[in-house]
């Protein structure tokens, strides 16, 4: 009777024994298995993100290899033996400030215009101040420059020794005919490097004021030379016939109208403090001295009586008294041209330090100065500018 | 006595069933249990390495961002409102193929060297031939150059913009005081240009054949110019007395030695057909015309006595009239002096189109022509130079 009483009793704590251990065991392997799903489809979440970090990493690894031989081939020093290849980087030493504003109305013989002045502004950090000691000695100088105006002037940065230029050039009394750019003083050259004369008239800390230039405001400099007589001045050289032809062209007067002087005075007002001149008298003359030779292009010469309405009227072409570069897209000095449709006489521009004049000039070859207004954008150009102030020491 | 055995046999089947499914579930909990142990290392190794991939990525992004910026900066186009930093890169229109081997030599004042002659080879793809035509009717022309012999010509390079120079120079007649380099024509400016003028004999092809050259075999250039006289001659130009004084130094005479005329036969067997001379006679007027000018440095020429044993004898400043560059370290043009230690003569060398002439000069100033050899690396120098048979048809 007990035994059998104890038996069952076993018999059912083992029983329900097992069934918790069951039951437990299997809520255990039940969470197990859920936590393990969890863990897989996360490690499948990591094995793709790891995948495409990989990726990615490669691809910026590429394009930062890319960039950094791309950065090494900008900036490698030419070896010697490919030397036609080379390209030499010049950096400007310093600036014109000049009285000519814009190409139109640069003088094609500059030292016929010796009221044309330009400040030269060296950076002082290349062009220590000492450097320049002893040019004051000199009388004239040479400045070498870049013609900065070129509309190509960009091509110089992309594959430079590719850079495309016009082979010939127009020149006017050859009625339309060409010459090679290199028989001309052109500045649509491979290397667009310009020279000048000027006469040196004063240096001043790391600053020259020269006179007799043809330079455009804002021109970046490369050197600046002494004039060596009996180096560069040669006595008998020749020309041919169709270029000395092309230079002599004086205006036969200069007059300037009533109404002149007191727009004249006006503008005076505004723009005299930061002039390179004295006196409204000085300026005046450099306005006679500028228009007393016919700074015209040769098609607006042979057309005087007919309406002209185009960009540029009045443009001369820069540093080239022998060529006519039409094509130059922008050798327009001025673009608001009060010009008449259906008059008699076409209305020019011309504007230094700023100052905007107006001219017309007769078939006989009379120049009428009509009126002098200060410019729209006056005050950039003639901000920074140095004055008359500056030097006024050093040239009386 | 059936039941009783049922049930006892029900309760074993249970009990163990009830086992079966414990150890069942206790072995598939132990092995979910290791496999979620697995994932779980296998989760941290992979989050591992995604946060170090990440951070891979990272860098290489940010190696690479920066490098493109750079290759930005490198290449940019310049903007109008930061011209302080345009660097203009200038390349080569073509290269010298000159009479002067070395900078030894090259005339203080060219023009009066009229057999110094030097042929421009142009490259054709950016001088095409047509570009040339009407030069040949000038008789003179710029020729505007890089000083690629410059020691420091690497710097232009690298930090174009800082590249360091010395302000001033020695000047001679100032009896070692100094002036500002750009009261000078020495080569080592910022901007290493040189300008010279040359006789303009022929065109052809995309070559130009110039005589009163003062350039050196290997120069690169950069521009050519029309000489134009009504802009580039200045009369009454006035120079300082310290410039003046150190140009007209002519020497006394000019003789040959009697062992002359043989070494000479001999260089002109291997050396005359590829000469821009039209016979030994003419080779040895320009050897004649170039020591009339006493081309020694100035210290050189005031102590003719001194047995001098240093390298660059007879060495003359590149382009420059007036300065004296005993510091430039490859100012020499030869460097095997057969000069004797004791001797009261001194023996200098000239090297024109690759035949060394040596040559004494005694106190009164009396050059004698000793002896002409060709020298060691003649094939280099003269290869692929243009001889005077191309041009015979053009210069008679």
Chains 1, 2 share one sequence.
């Not at 018999?11 to 809520?27: D, G, K, N, P, W």
């Not at 400040?119 to 100088?141: D, I």
């Not at 006017?172 to 750019?181: A, E, S």
């Not at 007393?292 to 540029?312: A, C, E, L, M, T």
Request: charged share 20%; proline share 5%.
């Amino acid at each position: 009777m007990g035994s059998r009483g104890y038996s069952k009793w076993l018999t059912a704590t083992i029983t329900v024994a097992l069934a918790a251990l069951s039951a437990s065991t299997a809520i255990s392997f039940y969470f197990c298995r859920k936590k393990s799903k969890a863990l897989d489809s996360k490690v499948q979440e990591l094995e793709i993100s790891l995948n495409s970090s990989l990726q990615k990493c490669a691809a910026e690894r590429q394009g930062r290899i890319r960039a950094q031989q791309a950065l090494r081939e900008a900036v490698a020093q030419p070896k010697a033996e490919h030397l036609e290849q080379t390209s030499y980087p010049m950096v400007p030493i310093g600036f014109v400030q000049s009285c000519f504003s814009t190409r139109n109305g640069t003088p094609r013989q500059p030292l016929l215009v010796p009221l044309a002045r330009a400040c030269l502004v060296f950076n002082s950090t290349r062009v220590p101040p000492v450097s320049l000691e002893g040019l004051a000695e000199y009388s004239h100088c040479w400045i070498i420059y870049v013609f900065h105006l070129n509309t190509d002037i960009e091509k110089l940065w992309k594959q430079p020794s590719r850079s495309k230029f016009k082979a010939k050039v127009r020149v006017p009394r050859l009625k339309g005919g060409r010459m090679g750019v290199f028989a001309t003083r052109s500045p649509h050259r491979p290397c667009p490097i310009g020279l000048t004369a000027a006469k040196v008239e004063a240096v001043q800390g790391n600053m020259v004021l020269l006179s007799g230039v043809d330079l455009v405001d804002g021109t970046p400099i490369l050197d600046i030379k002494p004039y060596l007589p009996y180096c560069d001045s040669i006595q008998g050289a020749a020309v041919p016939k169709w270029v000395m032809e092309d230079n002599m062209l004086a205006v036969a007067s200069v007059s300037f109208s009533e109404g002149f002087s007191a727009s004249f005075a006006h503008c005076w007002e505004i723009a005299g403090k930061k002039s390179l001149y004295a006196s409204s008298d000085e300026f005046q003359c450099l306005i006679k001295q500028v228009l007393s030779w016919d700074i015209r292009s040769v098609s607006q010469r042979n057309q005087p009586h007919y309406p002209v309405f185009k960009k540029g009227n009045g443009k001369a072409s820069y540093d080239s008294p022998d060529s006519d570069d039409n094509h130059d897209e922008d050798a327009s000095g001025y673009e608001n041209d009060k010009v008449p449709l259906h008059s008699d006489n076409v209305i020019y521009h011309l504007i230094l330090e700023g100052i905007n004049v107006s001219y017309r000039i007769d078939c006989n070859g009379n120049v009428m100065v009509e009126e002098a207004m200060v410019s729209s954008d006056y005050a950039n150009v003639i901000q920074n500018h140095c004055s008359y102030s500056m030097w006024r020491d050093k040239l009386s």
